[in-house]
């Protein structure tokens, strides 16, 4: 499992979750508390936190942690269509990888891979795709 943050002129390293599956509690150890939380001091009253539906970012582990840190989440409809801007940089990221001959053999392999390929996470790319927001939304009201 790989998660990175991204908005408008910055983005997070990638962090890679390097055993075992994502729970409430890793996303909070190993993402919120480290991450998520000195960004959002950094960006100030402003920010917003947009995550996807899954049951670890839903916890009420994590809600109450946020809460206790004063980050306020984006709702984010459990059935909606998935806008959310680093999908697409992950399917790039994904294509990326898929591309190299000889693919990687090995998780070490896969993992050094994707931090080489995590250039795709530069300032230029991510701006791009968030500032195509607003056309992605009304291509899907149409």
């Not at 991204?6 to 075992?20: A, E, M």
């Not at 959002?40 to 009253?45: H, T, W």
């Not at 946020?66 to 399917?91: C, K």
């Amino acid at each position: 499992m790989v998660w990175a943050g991204i908005s408008l002129g910055y983005h997070t390293d990638l962090h890679i979750f390097k055993r075992g599956s994502l729970t409430a509690v890793r996303y909070r150890d190993e993402v919120l508390e480290p991450i998520v939380r000195l960004y959002a001091a950094a960006v100030g009253p402003t920010f917003v936190l947009m995550d996807d539906n899954s049951r670890p970012h839903r916890a009420d582990i994590v809600d109450d942690y946020l809460e206790s840190e004063g980050i306020v989440r984006m709702s984010w409809p459990a059935y909606s269509p998935d806008l959310n801007p680093v999908e697409n940089l992950w399917d790039a990221l994904g294509r990326a990888v898929s591309s190299l001959f000889p693919p990687p053999a090995t998780l070490i392999e896969l993992e050094t891979a994707l931090q080489e390929d995590s250039r795709l996470l530069n300032s230029a790319v991510v701006d791009h795709l968030m500032e195509n927001m607003v056309t992605r939304c009304k291509l899907c009201i149409q």
